[in-house]
């Protein structure tokens, strides 16, 4: 996850986030915190819930639910890096570099590949069955709609993005 995070010194930033100076503000960080901490663990909450209680998995299948929970970790985080990283729409009314871009679907790819490769297989991972790959794929796209929703909210109450 983190080498997807290494290139965000690369992006580009909205014009109008940088025409003036900013300082880093503790309260609105606190804010944004408050806002998006939970959004994000709702999601983890259900991702859980699904393989948990809709999939059945448990103890004896503990390698496979680690293995969805990385690939999904990834994926998400990933995914939320596009969310965070403007107060626009991402993707609509703001682009990430070229960078980022190629960084987070080449490594939501590894994320979701790794697992049937011996390399996945030395880390303890083990091949995903194609049912759970809705899960991996489909609740990160779910968390984008919800995200953007907190992040519109979060800006018209507080008149800012961090």
Known sequence: MIAGQLSIPLDNV??????????????S???FMLYMGPTSS???LLVFS????????????????????FSY??????????IIRTAKIPIVQSNSSKYVYASSVLLSVIAIVIPYTFIGAFLGLVAIPFKYLSVIIGIPILYCFVASAVKRLYIRKFGDWI
């Open 50 to 69: 699904i393989l948990w209680f809709g999939y059945k998995l448990r103890v004896q299948d503990s390698d496979l639910f680690q293995t969805i929970w």
């Open 14 to 27: 909205d014009k109008e986030y940088v025409a003036q100076p900013k300082r880093w503000n503790i309260d």
């Open 42 to 44: 709702i999601f983890d």
């Open 29 to 31: 960080i606190k804010r």
């Open 73 to 82: 970790g990834v994926v998400s985080n990933l995914v939320g890096l596009h």
